[in-house]
């Protein structure tokens, strides 16, 4: 077997198997190896020495990456959405329902109570201001808030 073929089966694989990552990951990096590999590809077939395939290989590979795929990320992903009230009061403050005890008490949020963790294992007092960090499932992760009036 010559060398042209045996660098037509590596391009095609590369090609092959590029997509197919591309396609289980999504991570728009392994895309930009198959227009680099189609050039490679039409390299080999013309005969064109194997050592310069792959330095072509690596310089377009750069260059896709670098030029395309941060335009690309900007259109192709999109940020995720938040769907519950649990993943929009991230940030927010609002103020106890109850006095905390061991770290836990519970906060008031749109007439629906809900059970808050106090970040450090604090216990803080009934209508002190608290920011919203996280969610876990149905559990808001709070730290008590200084200097702060208003509050829900």
Not at 15 to 41: H, K, N
Not at 95 to 110: H, P, Q, W, Y
Request: charged share 15%; hydrophobic share 55%; with cysteine.
């Amino acid at each position: 077997m010559s060398i042209e073929t045996i660098m037509i089966i590596v391009w095609t694989v590369v090609i092959v198997v590029s997509l197919i990552i591309e396609v289980l990951t999504y991570d728009l990096v392994t895309i930009f190896f198959v227009p680099a590999g189609i050039v490679c590809l039409i390299l080999a077939a013309t005969g064109v020495l194997w050592w310069i395939h792959i330095i072509v290989f690596v310089g377009a590979a750069i260059l896709f990456v670098a030029s395309l795929r941060p335009v690309l990320k900007r259109i192709l992903i999109k940020p995720t959405i938040a769907t519950q009230v649990t993943d929009t009061m991230v940030g927010q403050k609002v103020r106890l329902a109850i006095d905390a005890a061991d770290g836990k008490s519970l906060i008031k949020v749109n007439g629906v109570e809900w059970t808050a963790h106090i970040e450090g294992g604090l216990n803080p007092k009934k209508d002190e201001v608290v920011e919203v960090i996280r969610s876990e499932s149905n559990v808001f992760i709070v730290k008590p808030v200084t200097n702060i009036k208003g509050g829900e």
